[in-house]
């Protein structure tokens, strides 16, 4: 479940922090016009899904990324940390051109 969880949980503090710096409009959330469409949102989270997959490496499956990290039979897990730095790399950027 952390595969999934953690990217969603780091845009959602990165949106909190960098782009509305703790101040909500209460007033929009229920306005079309004022919410963002979440595209840069659902785009970097499902790519952090998917280099979590690449880099997982559990009994059941072992990705390419995963396999060639680490020793037999089951190589290095490092899907979690794959999915972490290509949520916070690719969000800021990604909200900033949504914004645009």
Same mark, same amino acid.
């Given at each position: 479940m952390g595969y999934w969880v953690t990217p969603y949980s !780091?845009?959602?503090?990165?949106?909190h922090l960098i782009f509305k710096r703790g101040v909500y409009d !209460?007033?929009?959330?229920?306005? =079309?016009?004022?919410?963002p469409w979440g595209l840069a949102a659902?785009? @970097?989270?499902?790519? @952090?899904?998917? =280099?979590a997959? =690449?880099? =997982?490496?559990?009994?059941?499956?072992?990705?390419p990324i995963g396999l060639a990290a680490g020793g037999a *039979?089951?190589?290095?897990?490092?899907?979690?940390?794959?999915s972490i730095g290509t949520s916070l790399l690719l969000? *800021?950027?990604?909200?900033?051109l949504e914004r645009k």
């Amino acid at each position: 479940m952390g595969y999934w969880v953690t990217p969603y949980s !780091l845009i959602i503090f990165q949106e909190h922090l960098i782009f509305k710096r703790g101040v909500y409009d !209460l007033d929009g959330w229920n306005d =079309m016009a004022v919410m963002p469409w979440g595209l840069a949102a659902f785009f @970097s989270w499902g790519v @952090s899904i998917i =280099m979590a997959v =690449m880099g =997982m490496s559990q009994e059941w499956y072992v990705g390419p990324i995963g396999l060639a990290a680490g020793g037999a *039979p089951y190589r290095a897990n490092i899907g979690f940390e794959l999915s972490i730095g290509t949520s916070l790399l690719l969000y *800021p950027p990604l909200r900033y051109l949504e914004r645009k």
